[in-house]
């Protein structure tokens, strides 16, 4: 009997096709640091893309770091709906919050593709700065304020083993039908977050 095509498919680096949910072990496991000088190899690099498809597909998906398809390598990506029509998707490789505003707020309805439909209040810095090679091995630092800085620390937290239920409180399900679109102070589209409250979904 002849396999299908997606029997034979395979993914970078052992990545799974889809986003995995909590009790994945990729998910509780501190990451391992991609070597500089590995960063341009067709590994990565395959990974990197497969990240970016997986992603695409997520309609209310933000944010996706690679734990989150089984790979424990220290690289996410953020969407480039959060930077606009105009924008691409950011690639983090390695990366470093390198300073924390002392101010810190509890984020409203806080969510994670790898924890479908859970929502949460999180205590999170309201400004970050973050240092991070890219897919091209370029070293930059960004700070970040509003959605991008609250991405960022739900992002690096990924990394570390640890997923917002870690920290949230007054955690609720909502269900999908109940979800809308809503912007951040620039205006940037903020993928799907639970109606009628001012909140901030990330992955």
Same mark, same amino acid.
């Given at each position: 009997?002849? $396999? ?15 986003? *995995? ?17 590995? &960063?341009?190899s067709?590994? &990565? ?7 970016? /498809? ?14 989150? *398809?089984?790979?424990?390598? %220290? ?12 924008? $691409? ?7 470093? &919050? $390198?300073?924390?505003?002392?101010? /810190? %707020? ?24 973050? %240092? ?32 917002? &239920? ?10 999908p /039908?109940? @979800?809308?679109?809503v @912007?951040?102070?620039a205006?940037? %589209? ?11 979904? @990330?992955?």
């Amino acid at each position: 009997m002849p $396999t299908s095509k997606k029997a034979d498919k395979t993914y970078p680096m052992g990545a799974t096709a889809e986003i *995995v949910s909590d009790g994945h072990p990729a998910l509780r496991a501190v990451a391992e640091e991609v070597p500089v000088d590995q &960063i341009g190899s067709e590994e &990565i690099q395959s990974l990197i893309l497969h990240m970016k /498809k997986v992603l695409a597909l997520q309609n209310d998906g933000i944010g996706l770091a690679a734990p989150q *398809v089984g790979v424990s390598k %220290r690289i996410f990506i953020v969407s480039k709906k959060v930077f606009g029509e105009d924008g $691409t998707d950011a690639v983090f490789i390695n990366p470093v &919050i $390198t300073n924390e505003s002392k101010e /810190k %707020r509890w984020m409203e309805g806080e969510g994670c593709l790898s924890v479908r439909w859970i929502y949460g209040k999180v205590k999170r810095s309201t400004k970050v700065s973050l %240092r991070a090679y890219d897919e091209r091995a370029q070293i930059s630092e960004r700070g970040a304020s509003g959605l991008l800085a609250h991405i960022f620390q739900h992002e690096v937290d990924h990394l570390n083993g640890t997923l917002f &239920i870690d920290k949230a409180k007054d955690l609720e399900h909502i269900d999908p /039908k109940d @979800t809308h679109p809503v @912007t951040d102070e620039a205006g940037h %589209r903020e993928a799907h977050a639970p109606a009628k409250r001012a909140s901030r979904k @990330t992955k």
